[in-house]
């Protein structure tokens, strides 16, 4: 193993469990078990079968570097009788929620920590009405990661993990600065998770552009369509009476009139917002590359539910579900 862990190793209160080891849960995991946790994987035939040749690596922008060779890993097509994990984080894609926490409910002891760490806003209710006997609370991810090779995550942006919680999570968080990805713990994560559904609105237009991340933020044309989406999304949230966390340097106005300037100002203005690792790419461009059903209901498809709950309509975000679809 190789590279760096951003503080001193901090005792786990218990053995994790990843519910969903594709790239979150493999590049978290991954973190965790480098900073000697315990974790056990739960994951796709395909995803286990990599894992058993290549074993896990994970990797940042940061130049930090941890490789657990496949004999170190705890690997599970299905959640083990008799496991006994401190805290689970949901990993799976938003339409897998329901059946991932029923399972879960099945194997697991009565009140079992489960945290979300999954993009939208309902997994974590979805999760609980489904599992009544477990304890789910609302997580994000901020950054972007994807799979470089066999086995290998690559977190391409920077951020801070979150959760709502309290006192259960507050022993997690020195486990988490340990292992270099810093967990905040917030009362109401809401206005959070909003803010990062603003963000992920760029996912569809990356999935559909064909390009990486940062070439695609690049592009005016592609960068003014995001905008659109977000200004939209701001609409509808403002009817709403929903005010979203900033989760960039800029309020959300600026940040939409910047993502329409001239690609060479873009570039002066939002530099801090550019430092993306140049092979990051979304997750739904992963899935539409895999032939897997997206996450677009739980992004862009949350923006028209709540504008027809209000009696509005969102006909970007509406166009880029229908979109999206027609490449199921």
Known sequence: MTGHIATAPAKAPGPVLI?????????????????????????????LQTLRVHGLRVTDLDGAEHHIPAADLHLHEH??????PGLVLLCVKSPATADAARELAEQLPFNTLVVSMQNGMRNAQVAKTAAPG?????????YNIAELSPGHFHRGTTGHLAAQGGTELAAWQPVFAAAGIPLDVHADLSSIQWGKLLLNLNNPVNALSGLPLLAELLDV?????FAALV????????AAGIEPARLT??????FVKVLRLPTPLFRRIAARMLRIDPKARSSMADDLALGRVTEIDALSGEVVRLAA???????????MVARIRALH
């Open 19 to 47: 519910m969903g080891a594709g790239s979150v849960g493999g590049y978290i995991g991954g973190c965790l078990q480098a900073a000697g946790a315990t974790v056990d994987f739960v994951g796709r035939p395909r995803v």
């Open 79 to 84: 959640v083990p009788a008799g496991l006994e």
């Open 134 to 142: 477990l304890r789910c609370m609302p997580g994000m991810v901020p």
């Open 221 to 225: 044309g592609h960068r003014r369509q």
């Open 231 to 238: 200004q939209e999304a701001l609409g509808v949230l403002a």
């Open 249 to 254: 340097p800029m309020p959300w106005w600026l």
């Open 309 to 319: 709950s209000r009696g509005l309509h969102a006909p970007l975000n509406e166009t």
